[in-house]
């Protein structure tokens, strides 16, 4: 896009360069990120597609703008926006209690004491609602925070483990068989709530989860290239994953490693364990097409998949009590570390920007997933930007706040 393009849409051509500089200076040039791919999208169009780097560092492979990502976490809004369409139908409720399409989840206690096989629980306050899966405040956890013996069942089982052999179902019953981390709706917690989600789709629409994404999501907004594997006529596509440090730490320095080869990747082939919280591979072009709906009230190319007033819904604070992730987070990890920030179904959201000391506006709403992947929606500066990389874990890098404060501070107009 010529600069004059850029400054129509209300940005400056010279800071959005700076932008793709600036990665390129810091994370491609220094080998810390392999490929980078950044859009923003501004006012009806694309401001910045910038795609720097290699989709493969072994095999020399450029990134290209059709590269395909593991999304990991950015899974959870997709997933999210299947079970706010059920809802829309009226074929389930956010207060309907879990155990309603769980039977087996009714007796489920809070961990009280004691280690797996010998766990004392007490009773819950209330029961868990549906709501609870989408806000993370079920008392639900995830094995690889380390923070707890109920986390350390979910280990030994395997529980929402992406490399396990199980299926959905079998998670479902093992997570019967173990305690909550604290009473539904008292904390909230990073967890494989959301793997839940997926499975109630199944039960509530009668077809299998990742049918429901393909053929209600998938093939109407035309995201192509989206799926829970890559199949071998894309392969050539596919990037490879690196990691540095260990997962959920904060890390200064060796060099990355390969973590995932795409040759030779579990990805290459359908996968047992169909996972709503972070299975999905996709592309820049087919998230920025999911997040345009977003955008746009649920809206996009005359495909409708929400309602507005569901997605103001989603998009608003649910921590209860209206506070912010710090004060109720008990979560050693998570895609949202920040002050100001509260939760919504499916998407942190910002509440107040000056809190954050980040640029942004209150109401904008975003994710991000494992491999440093990330995006934002901002409808109030009518800008979305998805940033697309592969690198474990998250938490190795400040990219995300930097492409915040770079992308704000290229406005040149503010507002729609």
Known sequence: MSMAGRHELGMSGERLERIERFVDDNYIATGKL??????????????????????????????????????????????????MMLVEQCKIALDDPVSK????????????????????????????LVVDLLRHTSGLTYGF????????????????????????DEMIDKLATLPLEFSPGEAWNYSVATDVLGYIVGKVSGMPFEVFLKERIFKPLGMVDTDFYVPE???????????????????????????????SSPYLKPPSFISGGGGLVSTAADYMRFSRMLLQGGELDGVRLLGPKTLALMTANHLPGGVDLPRLS??????ATYEGVGFGLGFATTLTPSTTLIPGSAGDFFWGGAASTF?????????????????????AYPVRRQLRTLVYSAITETGR
């Not at 894309?234 to 795409?262: E, H, M, N, T, W």
């Not at 008990?330 to 895609?335: D, N, Q």
């Open 34 to 83: 392999a490929g980078t791919l950044i859009q923003v999208w501004r006012r009806g169009d694309l401001a910045l597609n910038s795609v720097l780097g290699l989709a493969d560092r072994e095999r020399q492979v450029p990134l290209a703008e059709d590269s395909i990502f593991r999304i990991y976490s950015m899974t959870k809004p997709i997933t999210s926006v299947a079970l």
């Open 101 to 128: 399409y769980i039977p087996a989840w009714e007796k489920l206690g809070v961990h009280a004491g004691g280690f797996m096989e010998s766990f004392q629980t007490r009773p819950v306050a209330r029961p868990m």
């Open 145 to 168: 925070q380390q923070n707890s013996n109920v986390d350390a069942a979910y280990r030994k089982l395997k529980i929402g483990d992406l490399a396990t052999e199980g299926t959905l």
């Open 233 to 263: 006529e894309k392969v050539a596509r596919f990037c490879a994953c690196y990691a540095i440090g260990a997962l959920g730490s904060k890390v200064s320095a060796p060099a990355p490693v390969l973590q995932d080869d795409p040759r």
């Open 330 to 335: 008990r979560s050693m990890f998570s895609e």
């Open 375 to 395: 995006f934002w929606v901002d409808p109030l500066e009518d800008l979305i930007v998805v940033f697309l990389t592969q690198m474990l874990p998250s938490s």
